[in-house]
């Protein structure tokens, strides 16, 4: 999996009580936020008591448990329940790795967290195949807290132990992209340089074709090609690089999946379709730079759960396939009745326990049946909702599935209806210029 560095506490999951409504039809039950249980792991006594001290003032939000090693840890899971596990990376006799392989084996619906100092990315990428999230030392309380907060309530928007168990199952997730991480760093710069992006990307052939692909499609009605990574970085703003490096590395890893009925190039050209209208909309209506990408990044995610199920579970992907169309299924009803949760359910999940954005993941969980989301504004599930529909019916190599439709009661709802006949006009004088 991927490494998240954590956003801003002001950033990270403010409007949950907008979302808990009706959402049991992505296999998730709606709750109160409730008190969670934690289970420190360290060999050094010092640290676990000041792991235990930067909870201390929570203990209405965190139970906290601590553990002097691997195997000790693995002896409490088995006796209580946690709900989260976070872990140092170098022990003696059990390994923060070996350890996180177990806890993935025994209980998969348990949240991993890997703490450690390495700075060897290969390392990093090796311990994030059964983990959720990496933090480095030395970590800082604020950090530590706000990971925490995020996973807490993420649960209460998303809890359901049968998707918890289905997400922490999968073992065949993104690997851990070290590109991205470089990314990050160089965008978070004090001062972020272009030149430095656009070095870091030309260093990946791949990347730096998805990229130029982008590039050339993000804008309607561009007559000069782009043609160089640095003026590809340049044209698309620093913080879609970001987004357009993950989107990219999980449909590449991602690629050879059983045959299940859809093709992964196809869903990639549909991606990025989906995310030019997302853009353009969002541009429409004035959205600033940080939702705009939240948006875009959700509408070239919104499928990836539907890659994680058929690579994982290939002939659960056809049992689904083959209800949905024996019995006139919605893909997402028959998923649900097959898996006990939807790809939606199963994809926003897991993007929420690597702490992508609260908008984005709302959006990737929502996108089919906004109304079901409680939002009440315009935004990125707005966007990338009406952008699904339009790519649909606007793309004569449009990937197979059900035909999506407007949720119009919800865009009622939100004041948008009129803004249909708008945003279609553009979209398609857009198509139009730059085909």
Known sequence: MIQVVPLPTEYIWLPFQ????????IGLSKCRLMKKRVLFVDDD????NLYALMLGDQSDAWEVALASGGRRALE??????????????????MNGVELMTEICRRHPQVSRIIISGIGDQEEIA??????HQFLAKPIKQSELRATLTCIRQLDAYLRDEKLKAVVGSLDGLPSFPSVYLRVLKAVRADEPSVEAIANIVVQDPALTAKI???????AFGRVQKVSSPFEAVQFLGLAAIRSIVLSSHIFADLEQVPNCGFSVSALWEDALRCAQITRHIMQIEGADENPTEDACAAAMLRNAGRLLLARNSPKLCQRASALAAQQNLAFAAAELEVFGATANGVAAYLFGLWGLSAPMVEAVAFYLQPGKSGSVAFGPLTAVHVANVLSGQLSPNAPPGEPAEFD???????GMESRLPIWRAEIEKGLEVSA
């Open 76 to 93: 409490t899971l088995d006796q209580q329940h946690f709900d989260v596990v976070v872990s140092d990376m170098n022990m003696p006799g």
């Open 18 to 25: 907008s979302w808990l409504d009706s959402i049991e039809w």
């Open 45 to 48: 006594p010092l640290l676990l």
């Open 126 to 131: 090796r311990c994030l195949k059964t983990t």
């Open 212 to 218: 130029l692909q982008v590039a050339n499609s993000a």
């Open 408 to 414: 119009l009661v919800y865009l009622s709802t939100i």
